[in-house]
């Protein structure tokens, strides 16, 4: 039986560079869908912060946008993020997809080897149902000569293969302390913050090239009904260009409709209750370099 002097609680930040799986191994981890995924890089823009409790632990994981060369504000916003995580981390959880690479990026190991020294690093393979098994063991013996990783684990997310021996490494790297937040939650953001993640996860699946990188979300009403059967939420679509406007909304409406359609479906599971879902698109140019848009649309770092 776990006792208060051997349970363990903290944070574990889970970087990588961008699209190698970070927000499909929470959402695997927690059994929910808490952070949006999609086929393309730089889906997380800001950390999103899942709880899983158990009777050993409590660990604190915290996704985060990809390590990047920023290249415009919101980028060097989505990076300062990702460097927040690693700071307050008490693990931190390296990800990399050995189906697109057998060798860490230099903007990662950048990052994670003035760590060694001051908390465990735990190196997480994903994707090994995607490569040649006989080849798993020669690459965890190169990434072991690094010298930087308390353990090195292979798994595959998607299919939930080697989890729980994931989650046991991280608990173990955990320092003993009482639970930080209540044992019956999965994070402490808001509801309003994963629907804006919901309605532009749906921007991300059915838009190609710029589109979903000009996009944000911001979220003016959520209301409930005095009988709390249903909310209502009215959301505004900012788009830095007229022209992505015009796409976004389609020929008659039907592109928006589509995507306001998809995202209601995704928000009445995770509030698990009927939602009246209204999108409005609005241009407002250079957002994704204005200081003061980036605060408003809470991109900014603290």
């Avoid at 158990?54 to 660990?59: I, S, W």
């Avoid at 057998?102 to 003035?114: C, G």
Wanted: charged share 30%.
């Amino acid at each position: 039986m776990t006792t208060v002097a051997t349970f363990r609680c903290g944070y574990a930040a889970i970087v990588g560079e961008p699209n190698v799986g970070k927000s499909t191994l929470l959402n695997a981890v927690l059994r929910q869908k808490l952070s949006i995924v999609a086929r393309k890089p730089q889906t997380t823009r800001q950390r999103v912060l899942g709880i899983l409790s158990t009777d050993e632990a409590q660990v604190i994981f915290l996704d985060t946008p990809g390590l990047i060369s920023p290249k415009y504000l919101l980028q060097e916003e989505m990076l300062k993020h990702a460097e927040g995580a690693l700071t307050d981390a008490d693990v931190v959880v390296v990800l990399t997809d050995v189906s697109r690479s057998a060798e860490l990026p230099a903007e990662v190991l950048q990052r994670i080897s003035p760590l060694k020294a001051r908390k465990p690093l735990i190196l997480v393979l994903n994707k090994v149902d995607k490569v040649y098994k006989p080849t798993v063991l020669p690459m965890i013996d190169r990434f072991a000569k690094l010298e930087l990783f308390q353990e090195i684990i292979p798994l595959s997310a998607l299919k939930r293969d080697n989890l729980e021996a994931f989650v046991r490494s991280v608990e173990q790297a955990l320092p003993v302390h009482p639970p930080l937040y209540p044992t019956d939650i999965i994070s402490e953001q808001p509801e309003r913050f994963f629907v804006a993640e919901f309605v532009r996860e749906k921007i991300f699946e059915q838009f190609r090239e710029e589109i979903p990188y000009s996009t944000a979300v911001d979220i003016r009403e959520f209301r409930e009904q005095k009988d709390k059967k249903k909310t209502f939420i009215s959301a505004d679509i900012i788009v830095e260009r007229d022209s992505q406007k015009g796409i976004l909304i389609g020929s008659g409406g039907e592109s928006l409709k589509r995507v306001g359609s998809e995202a209601r479906r995704d928000i009445e599971r995770f509030l698990e209750r009927a939602v009246y879902l209204e999108l409005t698109v609005k241009v407002r140019e250079h957002w994704r370099d204005d200081e003061h848009a980036l605060k408003a649309l809470g991109y900014r770092a603290e």
